[in-house]
Each structure stands twice: as structure tokens, then as C-alpha cells.
């Protein structure tokens, strides 16, 4: 007999229980915890982005108030380099050669923030102080800063051996298949564009604690991350050890986003001096060296065309992209063009595709996977080509896309990329979303803004995404003896509500209240293994997991009352934290069973869920605007998502997830954007030149799902950490250019459409 608790259960909207702390001020982050004897570093960082160097004296640091330790890159040679090792096979059939980061520089930096010297004193204040007293001759020389012109003849060179500024090249695709559908093509549309860089900036800063345990001979490090395994695996290669000798530690996270799944030098740094100094050594980044340091997002120059017939429908579509990495090979940076690519095509039957990506260094700050990593970029390339190729063709937006829709019948579908798309009804959601967008009816609130002096647009983007990779994320579950239950797993939250979603699979197989259910993620000593969090996986691959483990434990925990309640464990059912014989007041509670375990693996349950495909997330956001042609100020209006998620798991954290990245996305395509100038100076490292999105530059949004299950999935599961930011930024860059056109014949205004860029655009065309 099953028991139903929709209360808690999968489904349900239950409020976050973690919530209570952090709005107490009770969370307790990296640079809360404060061991006994705790030092503080600092990083010295370069001031230009391309020079040679010699460190001519540190005896002046060495000697200052509070200084315990000085150290260059001369002293870390028995360190490793931060390697990454995502580097995909070129067309030749060969992987390029890396560029890996040092963890401090020794005799060249390669973009403003590159570190040179770390020093360790009493406070960071001191070591600011003594890092300024360091002695640092830089013979500057000329940079390359800039995306579109890396390649161009008399650009300097990054990395002078490698004789080009070319990072790696890829290509997918079919070239002589596209070059035949053009061939026949009725009509060819054309677009150029340029996809903005980020900076994510997460509510919390980085910081890290290193530290030597002397009794067991190895380090600890506690740091915000998305997954301690990467880090302690990665760790253990710089410094040349077995994993077991690195604990690494995450308490609570202040947001993650994708850059707090990387190694960072400070990490390496603060374990280097703790070693040395025995004792802990805590480093705290603030946001400038956010800006200046940590990897950025996105940056690419894109030139995109598709070929269609008479009719609009497409026939083929190619795409040469260039892709930024920055001054050295990231953790991940090489595989996110490569993996946005793989999503090319999207939610259309396009048959014949021809994607060209080439990699890029520049004197900047490294790039690698920002919320979406890549599928955000493919989706913005793919919608803002569709909606040119229905103007080209004098078609509606929403019919051209209606045309090309891969169709329920021909699931599961086989992209051009390889990508195998289980299931989708995308004009069923395009059809709700336009519906509750009340889009008919659009022509009636662009006459009342006309009368206002205003001008207005809207716009949709329709996208797939590919999401929770294949792979695994075990999942161990434990009955304590005050009867309450801990899981253990290997993602890692950053404030998407994981102690509250995992509890509810649990909750639902065991029948307890959420309020005792512990989640513990964040120890390497805890589990051997986790994938950590990153790619939306943590729900459709740990969720799967967490409730096998649950399943698991409840039959062991059904045998055990069953024999102390002289009972068949057929006739135990399981409710409120207690076990008891179908229809009848006869029971036992949690604790008393786990009292009454002859062996403690009976209070145990394990669960793995391996997944062998993706999962593939779509849906349809519309987004609406009013812009004041006096002044380039854009208002949006209305939003509306539909989404197909699959399964919900719970309301109201799904709705949270959705509205960030929408805001994200927004933020991209209206406000945010990173400038160097020609000497890779950054001219946006503050709140003062850099423009996130506030609430004030939002509505209310009208969310709802339309979801079909996966296949794919145990349960039925898709992915939704990162979709709101992938529907979100061509919708809002479409709507604006909806209203460009629609007033002034403007077809085309690059990331971010700020006020400034709008206001120029309006002038130059007004002129004309």
C-alpha cells in the first residue's frame, strides 16, 4: 500500500527551507570562518596586460609590519600549471596546443589582473601594504584586446611562438551538403552580430581558506564552489599528490553560475602558504578583482546565414564564429563554442548545416562557462537569424517559425550535430505563449504608445537546450537514531533550494517531513565522488538518484519493523516517520528502528540513476517593449515565458530559476557589457561602468509550463537551471529590434541595447 503525501512530495510547492538562515543572517560563507591563527593573503596583479617582467626585490615586503611570507613565481616550481584538458579535435584530426595558467606568473603577464606576487600577513590590509613595496620592472609592449580584430595582419600576438593569435579551430557540420542546399535556394539571409562579454558577478565574492594538518599530513581547503571533487582532483595534479591528501571543503555559496566550478590560483596559493607557514591562510577577493579575474562570459563575433525556398522554409545554414578565450586555456573554455554549436539548429528541420568556430586569444581575462556555456550563444545566433530571414521574406515571426518547427511526428529527431532530441511540441507552446502575450492584439498598444511619442516592439525566440549530460550523480541516504534521514550527494548548491528539492524525494519514498531530512553536499571526505553542479544535472540525474535511495531505504527500513513488529514487511507501510501494519494502530517510529538495526548498512540506501542521453528543455518567451525615442530608454512591458520542463519537481523553485536567468538574460542583452579598450585596460570593473539589471528594468513576469516528459529521464525530467537565460536574450534583443524597424527601418543594434546605443541608432537613421 502507497501512501500519497502531496504535502511534501515530488510536485509540490514547497517554500525553501534553507531560506530561514540566510534571511536571519545565519548562512555561514567562506569568509565567515575564521580558524585560530588564521593569516591573510593578497595577490599582486598586474597593471598592464602584456609586458615582460623581472621581480628586482621583495626584501621590502618581507620586511614590513605583519609579514609572514612573500612569494613569485620563482618559488612555485615544484607546482603545476592549471591545466585544462576540454580541448576538442580539430578538422585535421588534431587538438591544439594549451595555454595553461600559471599559478603566479614568472617572467611575462598576459592581461591586467595576471598574478604575480602573493604575500601573507596579519591582515589583508598589511598585505596590501607590503604587496605595494614589491619591486616589479614591466617592459610593456602592445596588446591584442580585441575579438574581431585577433586575426588581422599587425595584431600582436599573445603568445609570439604559436605564430598566430588562432587559439584552435573546429568545425561541424556537412560542407558540401550546405553548399548544395544554397545552391538551390530561393533566398539567402545574412546576419552579423556581435555576442556581448559578461562578468556573471555573483552576490558573494570569491575567497578561499587554506590549510596543513599537521597530524594527518595533508591540506584542507574551504572555498564557494559548484563541486569539491573537480577541485581536489585538479588540485592534487598541481601539486603532485594523491587525491587523499586534499580535503576540500564548500559551506554555503553566494551564487555559482558557472566561474565557481573553476581552480583558481588563489586556491593553490593559500594551500602553498599554509604549508609553509603552519598555519591557516584565508584569501578574500572583492569585486574589482571579480572583474579583473575571474573567467568571463560569452564574447563572440559571429557572421551567420540561411539558405530557404520560395516558401521560407530552410534548407541549409552556416555560421563562422569567433570565439574569445582570453590570454590562457581555461578549465572548460575550449568546449563551450563547442557545445553551443551543437546546438545550432535548434528547435527547426534543418537538414544541411556548415559551423566553422575559431578560438581566439587575446590580452584579457580568460573566458569559460557562463549560465548556459554555449547555448545561450547558438540559441541568440539562431532566433536573431530566423526573425531577419522572416523580414527578408515579408513573413510574421511567429509564422516562419511555425513552417521549420521540427513537428511532434518526427520524435525522436537526429540533429545535423548529432544531438538526439527525445521529445517536443514547440508550437504548441509558442501557441500558448502568443495566446496569454495577447500578440494579436499587439497593433492596438503600439497605436496608444504612438500617441504617447513612444515607439514599441515584440519579439519571441523559440529555443531548445541541451541540458543534464549523460552521466550519473549517486546518491547515499542514512536513518539516524533520533529518527531523522541524511543524504549525501556530490552536487553542490549555490542557491538553487537543493536541500529542499532533494528532501521532497526523499519525503515522498520515506514519508517524513521535509523538516527531517538533512542534505549534506561539499566535503570530499564525506563521498569519494560528485559531478558537482553545473549544466542544470543536479535535479534531473541527483533528484533521480535521491529517490532510488529513498526506495531503497524505505524497503530496508519496511524489513527491520516488519520483524519487530512480528508482521510481513508486505503489510508495513510507512507514514509520518513511523512504520506501522496496514489497518491497524500497531507501529514503530524511525528511532526506534534505527535502535533495533542489527547492522548499521540496514539503515542505509543507496541510489544511482545513470542517464545515457541529455535532457532537452524548450519553450517559448515573448518579450515586449516601450522605448522613448528621446532618449533611448527602453521599458519592457510585458513578459511571458512557456516552458516545457518535463516534470515539475516543485513549483515555485522551478518559477525562481526561470526568473533569474530570464533576468540574466535580460541584463545581457539591455545593460551588461565588458569593454577593454586597445591596451587591454578594463574599462568596465565596477558597478559604476558596468550595468546590471535592477528591478526597476523589470515587469512582473507570467511564467507556466506546457511540458511534455522526457524520455530520456527516470522521472520524466528536464533541466531548468539555465533556460530563462537562453530563451531571455534574443526575446528581449528581438523585441527591441522589433520597435527599431517597426519606427525607423533599423534592422539590426548590437548587445547590450543600451539607451546610448538606441538613441545614436534613432539619430543616424533619423538623418537618413
Not at 510547492?13 to 543572517?25: H, I, N, P, Y
Not at 593578497?42 to 605583519?66: D, I, Q, W
Not at 560542407?175 to 562579454?197: D, G, L, P, S, Y
Request: proline residues 4%; hydrophobic residues 40%.
Amino acid at each position: 500500500m502507497t501512501v500519497v503525501t502531496p504535502k511534501f512530495g515530488m510536485g509540490a510547492s514547497v517554500l525553501r527551507g534553507e531560506d530561514q538562515a540566510f534571511l536571519k543572517g545565519l548562512g555561514r560563507y567562506t569568509d565567515d570562518i575564521q580558524p585560530a591563527g588564521l593569516l591573510h593573503g593578497y595577490v599582486l596583479r598586474s597593471p598592464v596586460a602584456k609586458a615582460s617582467f623581472t621581480v628586482a626585490s621583495t626584501e621590502a615586503a618581507k620586511a614590513a609590519p605583519g609579514v609572514h611570507l612573500v612569494l613569485t613565481g620563482a618559488d612555485l616550481a615544484h607546482l603545476g600549471k592549471l591545466k585544462s584538458g576540454v580541448m576538442q579535435r580539430q578538422p585535421d584530426g588534431t587538438k591544439a596546443p594549451t595555454r595553461d595558467i600559471p599559478v603566479l606568473c614568472r617572467d611575462r603577464v598576459n592581461y591586467v589582473g595576471d598574478a604575480v606576487a602573493f604575500v601573507v600577513a596579519d591582515s589583508r590590509a598589511l598585505a596590501q601594504d607590503a604587496a605595494e613595496l614589491i619591486e616589479v620592472d614591466y617592459e610593456a609592449e602592445d596588446a591584442a584586446s580585441g575579438t574581431a580584430t585577433a586575426l588581422d595582419e599587425g595584431t600582436p600576438l599573445v603568445w609570439p611562438e604559436l605564430g598566430s593569435n588562432r587559439a584552435f579551430s573546429y568545425h561541424i557540420g556537412d560542407q558540401a551538403k550546405t553548399a548544395a542546399a544554397f545552391a538551390r535556394a530561393a533566398h539567402v539571409t545574412r546576419i552579423e552580430f556581435i555576442n556581448n562579454r559578461l562578468v556573471c558577478n555573483y552576490i558573494e565574492p570569491r575567497s578561499a581558506i587554506g590549510e596543513w594538518d599537521t597530524q594527518e599530513n595533508r591540506f584542507v581547503l574551504t572555498t564557494g564552489s559548484q563541486g569539491v571533487h573537480s577541485m581536489q582532483y585538479i588540485l592534487a595534479d598541481v601539486f603532485k599528490i594523491k587525491k587523499n591528501q586534499l580535503r576540500v571543503i564548500t559551506p554555503d555559496v553566494g551564487g555559482g553560475f558557472g566561474p565557481k566550478s573553476f581552480v583558481y590560483r588563489e586556491h593553490p596559493l593559500v594551500l602553498e602558504a599554509a604549508r609553509r607557514l603552519g598555519r591557516p591562510v584565508k584569501w578574500a577577493g572583492d569585486r574589482t578583482e571579480h572583474f579583473l579575474t575571474d573567467a568571463q562570459g560569452r564574447d563572440n563575433v559571429v557572421t551567420a546565414e540561411m539558405a530557404m525556398d520560395k516558401d521560407g522554409r530552410f534548407l541549409g545554414m552556416k555560421v563562422d564564429l569567433l570565439a574569445n578565450i582570453g590570454a590562457y586555456v581555461s578549465q572548460y573554455g575550449p568546449f563551450i563554442p563547442y557545445v553551443g554549436v551543437t546546438m545550432s539548429t535548434g528547435v527547426y528541420d534543418i537538414q544541411a548545416l556548415d559551423v566553422s568556430v575559431t578560438g581566439l586569444y587575446t590580452n584579457t581575462c580568460p573566458i569559460d562557462a557562463y549560465r548556459g556555456a554555449g547555448r545561450p550563444e547558438a540559441a541568440f545566433l539562431l532566433e536573431k537569424l530566423v526573425d531577419a530571414c522572416a523580414h527578408d521574406l515579408g513573413l510574421p515571426v511567429e509564422e516562419i517559425r511555425r513552417r521549420n518547427f521540427i513537428r511532434p511526428e518526427q520524435f525522436p529527431y537526429r540533429t545535423q550535430t548529432d544531438r538526439l532530441y527525445d521529445t517536443g511540441e514547440f508550437a504548441g507552446h509558442m501557441d500558448r505563449a502568443i495566446e496569454e502575450a495577447e500578440w494579436q492584439a499587439f497593433p492596438e498598444r503600439l497605436a496608444q504608445s504612438n500617441v504617447a511619442g513612444k515607439i514599441r516592439g515584440i519579439g519571441m525566440a523559440t529555443y531548445i537546450e541541451a541540458c543534464a549530460f549523460a552521466g550519473s550523480e549517486p546518491a547515499f541516504v542514512e536513518l539516524n537514531g533520533d529518527g531523522t534521514v541524511t543524504l549525501k550527494i556530490g552536487t553542490q548548491t549555490n542557491g538553487q533550494g537543493h536541500a529542499t528539492a532533494y528532501a521532497q524525494f526523499l519525503s515522498e519514498k520515506l514519508h517524513l517531513d521535509i523538516g527531517k531530512i538533512n542534505v549534506r553536499q561539499g566535503d570530499t571526505d564525506e563521498l569519494k565522488a560528485g559531478g558537482g553542479t553545473g549544466g542544470s544535472r543536479s535535479i534531473p540525474l541527483g533528484g533521480v538518484s535521491a529517490s532510488r535511495a529513498g526506495e531503497d531505504l524505505a524497503n530496508k527500513i519496511k524489513r527491520i519493523a516488519a520483524d519487530e513488529l512480528e508482521a510481513s514487511a508486505d503489510d508495513i507501510e510507512l507514514s509520518n516517520g513511523a512504520a506501522r501494519i496496514v489497518g491497524t494502530d500497531r507501529m514503530i517510529d524511525f528511532s526506534a528502528i534505527a535502535k533495533a538495526a542489527k547492522n548499521p548498512d540496514d539503515l542505509k540506501g543507496f541510489g544511482e540513476f545513470v542517464q545515457d542521453e541529455c535532457t532537452y528543455p524548450n519553450g517559448t518567451h515573448i518579450c515586449e517593449v516601450e522605448i522613448d525615442p528621446d532618449t533611448g530608454m527602453t521599458e519592457i512591458v510585458r513578459y511571458t515565458i512557456v516552458d516545457d520542463f518535463g516534470v515539475t519537481v516543485n513549483p515555485i523553485l522551478l518559477a525562481g530559476q526561470v526568473h533569474g536567468g530570464v533576468v540574466q538574460g535580460i541584463g545581457q542583452a539591455l545593460t551588461e557589457n565588458t569593454v577593454y579598450d586597445q591596451d587591454g585596460q578594463l574599462l568596465t570593473a565596477s558597478f559604476m561602468d558596468y550595468a546590471m539589471p535592477r528591478a526597476d528594468d523589470l515587469p512582473f513576469f507570467h511564467f507556466e509550463t506546457r511540458n511534455v516528459p522526457s524520455t530520456t529521464n527516470a522521472l520524466g525530467i528536464k533541466g531548468a537551471g539555465e533556460a530563462g537565460t537562453i530563451g531571455a536574450t534574443p526575446a528581449a534583443l528581438n523585441a527591441v529590434t522589433d520597435a527599431l524597424y517597426r519606427a525607423y527601418g533599423i534592422r539590426h543594434i548590437d548587445m547590450p541595447a543600451t539607451p546610448a546605443r538606441i538613441w545614436a541608432a534613432i539619430q543616424e537613421a533619423a538623418a537618413k
